[in-house]
């Protein structure tokens, strides 16, 4: 199956009332592996990765090993830019082929957050490609982004930040965090103000760690998309890592990346499957 377009997504899952998963991939190996456990599972969602992870990963790079990983593929899967640091980097994940794009704008103040976001949704949206904003702040480590802001997303400005980006998707901060380090709180009460009032989807980042009941309610508040990094990477990591323990003289590279695979396709099949129950 080709990339599907982030738009077509959204209304599919929308359709189907999916909740969609959206999963980091760093390189090769992560990449194969989401696609691999997402198509196990049964469900759509995203293969998606972060500014900070092109630096080893190009646009280009990732493009063409996402669409070699889906071409068995029977589920529709976008390709997304996860905390899109600068419009040029935005640019240049459009141009690769990337079918949904967030942009990241949040540690800015409120107005430049905006003229930023509308800058980012303008480019992406002559390509028939949606946009994905953050409000409000999260505590945590998001790979080697720290953001140590405590800030939940305020519901006042909630409406008037949406029409005036025109961003198509909203990130926002209800006592999540990034990493494993620290413990989420849901505020499910203030997810439930907010759908209220968001005129569009919304997205929660951090979704490892979080309780699978906690975030199958999030469904009844306009809640589409959830994001996970940490389980996956942990999972790919621990491999290597009691490999070597195991036998410190170790060095099959290809036998172990391809048991990290296995690994990461079980854990994003598993998170898949429950959170759609």
């Known amino acids: 199956m080709k990339i599907a377009n982030g738009y077509d997504l959204m209304d599919y899952a929308v359709r189907h009332k999916y909740l969609l998963p959206s999963f980091n991939t760093t390189n090769m190996e992560m990449t194969y592996a989401i696609a691999k ?4 599972a049964g469900f759509p969602g995203y293969i998606q990765i ?9 646009p280009e790079a990732i493009v063409t090993l996402t669409k070699d990983a ?4 029977d589920m529709p899967v976008a390709l997304h830019l996860d905390h899109g640091k600068t ?8 141009n ?13 103040p409120y107005e430049d957050n905006i003229k930023e976001t509308r ?6 949206h002559f390509y028939g490609v949606p946009v994905e904003a953050e409000l409000g702040a999260l505590q945590g480590k998001e790979e080697d982004i720290i953001n140590e802001s405590d800030c939940k997303t305020d519901p006042a400005l909630v409406e008037d930040f949406v029409t005036r980006t025109g961003c198509d998707l909203l990130a926002v901060s209800i006592g999540n965090v990034h990493g494993l380090e620290m413990t989420p709180n849901i505020d499910l009460p203030l997810l439930k103000e907010l759908s209220a009032l968001c005129p569009v989807p919304m997205v929660m980042h951090g979704g490892s760690g979080v ?18 990094g940490s389980d996956l990477r942990r999972a790919f990591v621990q491999t290597f890592g009691k490999a070597y323990e195991s036998d410190h003289q170790i060095a099959s590279v290809i036998e172990l990346s391809l048991e990290a695979v296995d690994h990461v396709s079980k854990a994003v099949e ?3 499957t429950v959170i759609n129950q």
């Open 37 to 40: 456990g997402l198509n196990s």
């Open 50 to 58: 972060s500014s900070n992870n092109l630096r080893l990963s190009s």
């Open 70 to 73: 889906l071409k068995d593929s």
């Open 87 to 94: 419009y040029e980097d935005v640019k240049s994940c459009v």
């Open 96 to 108: 690769a082929g990337f079918t949904s794009i967030m942009i990241d704008a949040s540690h800015m």
């Open 119 to 124: 800058r980012a949704v303008e480019y992406c």
């Open 211 to 228: 309780d699978f009941a906690v975030i199958r309610q999030m469904k009844n508040y306009k809640m589409l998309k959830v994001n996970y």
């Open 270 to 272: 598993s998170i898949t």
